[in-house]
């Protein structure tokens, strides 16, 4: 495994979490690291992206509330999400793209993050 995420749990409406995502650094270097998640029933989603430039880029859904950042020193990647609602209820996937426009190359198992009315 080469991508492990980390900080899910279960959290009130209104609440915070931050997720964490190690990689290997041939997977981390020059790749587009990427959050999607996928709720019960429902496709995976992207959700957040950034480059290793810091170009960060967020779904509708989620702009204002949550921000992704990278340490390219350490080859990690946050998610912290903030005033958490229910239907941000999902397991959510780490991910690492080699282009910016396509879907991740390689995932991690995913995180499971429980929002409760």
């Known amino acids: 495994v080469q991508l492990v995420e980390s900080g899910g749990g279960l959290v009130q409406a209104g609440g915070s979490l931050r997720l964490s995502c190690a990689a290997s650094?041939?997977?981390?270097?020059?790749?587009?690291m990427v959050w999607y998640r996928q709720a019960p029933g429902k496709q995976r989603e992207l959700v957040a992206r950034?480059?290793?430039?810091?170009?960060?880029n967020y779904a509708d859904s989620v702009k204002g509330r949550f921000t992704i950042s990278r340490d390219n020193a350490r080859n990690t990647v946050a998610l912290q999400m903030n005033s958490l609602k229910p239907e941000d209820t999902a397991v959510y996937y780490c991910?690492?793209?080699?282009?910016?426009?396509?879907?991740?190359?390689?995932w991690g198992q995913g995180t499971q993050v429980t929002v409760s009315a």
């Open positions: 650094r041939s997977i981390f270097t020059g790749n587009v």
């Open positions: 991910g690492a793209a080699r282009l910016f426009s396509r879907p991740p190359d390689y």
């Open positions: 950034i480059t290793s430039g810091g170009y960060t």
